[in-house]
């Protein structure tokens, strides 16, 4: 029974993964509604709270999965990437537990564990595969030739796109965070009214600042009232650019790397437009795309733990490795 960790960014997560990736429970708590009136996470703010509810997620998670904290034979955690103060409160309470009873512990890549939200049974995708990894901080197309060993052929220069999401449900007057938002407003849009560019970027990286750039003029030449008559339509013509790019690239990614299965993971594989825009897909379960503990649980199946008291001097890190 591996008991998992992940307070890496506004969510406050805990669960309990099997040795075999069999998820027995798994509780997410989220502080979205604390960050909303900044429009955006607060670091200090995120801290804080995991400190107020690490405690009370980890004691649901087992309650949930009815084991006892003696029952528990491995911790694993988020080590990074993320904010670190929120990081750290997740690590501390990891080390703490682990080392209470002396159990290893197994430090685990954020984006590491986002792939392996596939991995758990009964739907668990086999490498290896081609894979896109879209969320608040990250766009990134792997190569996973095994959980745990995945190689990065693209990235984006700038904003990630669940950000340019975020973004552009700003300048659409939607709240935070966005992408679910516009994913629900495009609904009652049309995607072609407004011909919103996709970046020509060398390779296989991304780029989405000129698209929020476009959005911004356009909503702006529209005029006040015009662009919220025909918010819909911005939102299903901006969320299909950036749709465009991700299915593209990662059609792309496939066909040089000879990989034929394709996978998407992280928030934004939580787009229905994106979902359909990619039939051939296997994507993440609806309820571990946005950042869970799960994965973190099922990542440590496929990463070496450190016997204590090796894990006890651990620091998290902030960026991409
Ligand atoms: O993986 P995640 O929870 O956190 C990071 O590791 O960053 O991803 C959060 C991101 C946010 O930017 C959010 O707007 C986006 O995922 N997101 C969506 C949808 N649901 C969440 N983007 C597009 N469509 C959605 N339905
Ligand atoms: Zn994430």
Redesign the pocket.
């Known amino acids: 029974m591996i008991l998992a960790l992940e307070t890496s960014?506004d969510e406050t997560a805990a669960a309990v993964v099997t040795d075999d990736g069999r998820l027995v429970s798994s509780v997410v708590s989220s502080q979205a509604g604390l960050h909303a009136r900044y429009g955006g996470v607060v670091p200090e703010v995120a801290s804080r709270r995991h400190l107020e509810l690490v405690t009370p997620v980890v004691r649901e998670a087992l309650a949930e999965a009815g084991l006892a904290l003696e029952e528990v034979e491995r911790v694993a955690v988020t080590q990074g990437p993320g904010l670190v103060g929120a990081l750290l409160v997740g690590l501390s309470a990891a080390k703490a537990i682990a080392w209470s009873r002396r159990l290893p512990l197994v430090p685990i890549d954020?984006l590491e564990g986002?792939v392996a939200s596939l991995a758990l049974q009964p739907d668990s995708v086999e490498p290896p595969f081609c894979c896109l990894l879209a969320?608040?901080?990250h766009t990134l197309l792997l190569a996973v030739r095994a959980y745990g060993r995945t190689e990065r052929l693209g990235t984006t220069l700038d904003d990630a796109a669940?950000?340019a999401?975020?973004k552009g449900a700003r300048l659409l007057g939607l709240g935070y965070?966005?992408?679910?938002e516009?994913?629900r407003l495009a609904r009652e849009g049309d995607p072609e009214a407004f011909p919103f560019p996709v970046a020509r970027v060398p390779g296989l990286d991304f780029s989405f600042s000129g698209l929020k750039t476009a959005l911004l003029y356009t909503v702006r030449d529209l005029g006040e009232a015009e662009a919220e008559r025909r918010r819909a339509d911005l939102a299903a013509s901006y969320q299909q650019a950036i749709v465009r790019a991700l299915a593209g690239r990662l059609r792309q990614a496939a066909e040089r790397t000879g990989l034929e299965r394709l996978a998407v993971v992280?928030?934004?594989a939580?787009?229905s437009a994106l979902r359909a825009a990619l039939p051939e897909a296997r994507f993440a379960p609806l309820a571990l795309c946005?950042?869970n503990a799960a994965m973190i649980g099922s990542a440590a199946r496929f990463v070496e733990a450190l016997p204590y008291p090796r894990y006890l001097a651990l620091d998290a890190y902030a960026s991409l490795a």
């Open positions: 960014c954020h986002h969320s608040g901080g669940g950000e999401f975020d965070p966005g992408g679910a516009i994913d992280g928030g934004v939580a787009n946005t950042d």
